[in-house]
Structure formats: structure tokens, C-alpha cells
């Protein structure tokens, strides 16, 4: 084994009591950019429309990754500037005053609109944040007018969401000091279902008063000040947690939702942050625990003492390495992220097995490289990496599917580990035909 590696003999499920080692990596990388998280957001919020102001590459990724919807109208749309363009950004910026005006008189039930950058030199030249400026005024009392970036240059898939929950936040109203430090608010979108599941978790719990951040609505934004308790759902959000902190939120530190133990300890830590017994917590989450490892066993058996490779994509990657390693038993060979944030991180990094192998960053010649050596029995990649890995005779997980699937809370711990042990069973059942 190369010194990549776990250190030989070495327990799958001892803790860490040191910070994990680290490979920096910078170079070329094979993560979709930031406009891929319009996907999920626009499923949420449906009284917004996400605007990408991009070229037809754009238009095609957003087409293909969210389907064209046939009988409904779609809530997002490319504005796509052209080579022409470049020529002249006052006619860029005309045109998109022009289609938005179009739109907005097509589409009455439009709230909130985001412009959505993206990296053409096109797009990247034009001031988009000036542009929300102008059209908010054009339209004001009529609709709210937003931009983030999901350039490629800039962002991973998921940071897309960060950066519109960041535009969201400067529109949340103050919350009275008193009124702020009843209530939880969870940040990150989640599948419905799931959110209301944990959301009436929390009420058995004792917390009542829980809002969420993007709201179904894009006009029902939460409150937020001094004292409102605030828990991180997605590993994602770096900067909406730093957004959220700027405004007097505390962050309560928790591991992510991700599997029995990580779910439980994220509830946990948020009725500790209101003062809740822990014999409260355990009368309501323990029968749950015990379901939820009885869901995961009969995957543990195809998972365990396999070997487990993350490429870097999601940000989802350390707590899924925590899941699989502490409660599927599977050895990481290494655990790649796109970044690192360590304040966000912290509880999550503990409870990796000492001396397991991380990588921040991408260069992906170099982690090929490495895979070929390690020859990992599940690899978790992008798309883009995970056909030529299949024909290597590697089983791979399509890290995007992680986004679109409720894997959150105790509940889908058994569903979230079968993500894991099918694409294992499917290659086992095929070398046998
Ligand atoms: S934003 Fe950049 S990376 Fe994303 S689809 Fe458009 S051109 Fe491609």
C-alpha cells in the first residue's frame, strides 16, 4: 500500500485525535460549474426564475441537467450573449433589459428573479450585480431582483446554491433579539419530505419555531439577528453560514445529517443550543437509531472492509466518508473535497478514523494517478470521470445523484448506504454472467 493509503493495521473505526493529513492541490478540474444547483432551486422556491446570463453551453447544461419541462413553464431560462456582444455592452445590457421585460409581462407569478453569471469573457465583462441594480428599480413593487455567479471559473456544483442563498440573505428581515433566540433556522435546501420529517423531530423535541433558508416561497424569507440558533444542513455553505454569523446568528456545531450517528448528533446539537434534556433527545431519537441501523445492516454487508476513493465535487465528500467508514465499515483510501472549510468541518473531522487521507482542491492527473495505484474498489466522482472508470473495472457513484436524492436524517440512512452498495452488487452481479 502507497503511503496514501490507511496505515496498515490500522482499526476502519478508530476516531481521529489529530487533524487528518492534507494533499493541496490546484490544476485542471472535472467538477460541473455552480448553474447545476438551479436545478434543485428552482424546484423550490417556484415563485422564482433563475436567469442565466451565459452562451449556448450554458443553455445546453441547464437543459440537459434539468430536462426540458414539457407542461409546465419553466422557472429558469439562458439569456445567451454572443460573440457580437463583445463588441458592444450597452446593446448586451439593452438586450437583457429588453428580455426581462418580456418575461416578467409572460410570467405574472415571478417574485424573485436571479441573474445568474456565468464564465464566458461575454458575461464575465458584463457588471450583472449593476444590472440586478437597475432592473430592481425598473420593477420595483413588482419583483425582486437578484445576481450570484455560477461560473465555472468561480464555483463546484453546489456552490451554486451558496451563492444564491447569500443574495437571498441582505432581504431577511431583522428578528427582535427576543424572538431571534427561539428560533432555529436550517440552512440548506432539502428534499420537502425530508425537511418536514425533521422539522416535526424538532417539535417533538421541544422546538417549535424552525425556519428555513431558501424558504418554499421566495417572498417568506425568515427573520434573522442577534441569538437566532443556526444549524447547517448542507457542507456546502460556507458562505451563507459566515453570511448568516455576520447578522448575529450562532452557529450551532454539529456534524451533517448524513447517515444514523451524523443525524442524530445534528439534532442533538441543536437541543442543546435550547436547553433540551438529553433524555428528551434520547426517548425521541433512539427508536429512530435503532430503525435506522437495522435499515443500513444488510448494506454494511456489501460495504464492509471495501475500499473507498472520493474525488472531489460535492463538498458532501467528508461526511459521507464519515458515514460510510463509521457506520458501513468501508476503508478510505482518500477523501477528496473541493474545499476545505475547517471552521464548518471541524465536528465532522474528528470523527474520521485517524490518518485518513484527504485532498483539498483538484488536479485531476494527479488523483487519477493515484487511483490507478490504489485500485479502489467504489470510486465517488462526477459524471465526466465516471465511464472511462467503469471501463477501468472501477464500480463508481455519480456524485450529483447525491443532490437530488432525500439522503438526509435518520430515516434514509438505509437508502443513503444502499447508494453505496449498488453500484458494488450490480459490478459483482456481473462478473458472475
Ligand atoms: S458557466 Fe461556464 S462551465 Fe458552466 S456551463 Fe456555462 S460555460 Fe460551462
Known sequence: MSSLGRR????????????????????????????????????????????????????HLIQSAAGVMIFAEPRFGTAILGERDLAGLADANEELDRLVAQLLARRPEIRTLFLVGSCPSEVIKLD???????????????????????????????QGEDGALQALIPLMPMAPAAQAAQQLLIAGTLADG???????????????????????????????????????????????????????????????????????????????????????????????????????APHRETLAGKRLFLLPDS????????????????????VGTPYLDRTLMAPELTLLPEGTQLSEGQHVENQLKRLEVQRPDLVVCGLGLANPLEAQGIATKWSIELVFSPIHGIDQAGDLAELFARPLRRRSSLSFT
Open 8 to 59: 496498515p493495521g490500522m482499526a476502519v473505526n478508530a476516531p481521529s485525535t489529530e487533524l487528518p493529513p492534507l494533499i493541496k492541490e490546484s490544476g485542471q478540474r472535472e467538477v460541473f460549474c455552480g448553474l447545476t444547483s438551479i436545478v434543485w432551486l428552482h424546484r423550490r422556491m417556484p415563485d422564482a426564475f433563475f436567469l442565466v446570463v451565459g452562451s449556448r453551453t450554458c443553455a
Open 128 to 158: 450583472l450585480a449593476r444590472a440586478a441594480e437597475r432592473l430592481g428599480a425598473q420593477h420595483r413593487g413588482r419583483v425582486t431582483v437578484l445576481n450570484y455567479s455560477g461560473s465555472g471559473i468561480e464555483t463546484t456544483f453546489t
Open 194 to 296: 425530508v425537511e418536514d420529517r425533521l422539522i416535526s423531530l424538532f417539535g417533538k423535541l421541544g422546538i417549535t419555531n424552525v425556519a428555513t433558508l431558501p424558504p418554499r416561497r421566495s417572498t417568506e424569507l425568515p427573520g434573522v439577528g442577534p441569538g437566532t440558533k443556526l444549524l447547517v444542513a448542507q457542507p456546502f455553505l460556507s458562505g451563507t453560514a459566515r453570511a448568516l454569523i455576520d447578522r448575529g446568528a450562532q452557529l450551532i456545531k454539529a456534524p451533517y445529517p448524513l447517515g444514523v450517528e451524523g443525524s442524530r448528533a445534528w439534532m442533538a446539537a441543536a437541543a442543546d443550543a435550547f436547553g433540551i434534556a438529553p433524555a428528551q433527545v434520547a426517548a425521541v431519537l433512539d427508536p429512530l437509531v435503532e430503525r435506522g441501523q437495522r435499515a443500513i
Open 315 to 334: 463538498q458532501l465528500e467528508i461526511p459521507l466518508a464519515r458515514f460510510l467508514s463509521r457506520e458501513c465499515g468501508m476503508e478510505l483510501v482518500e
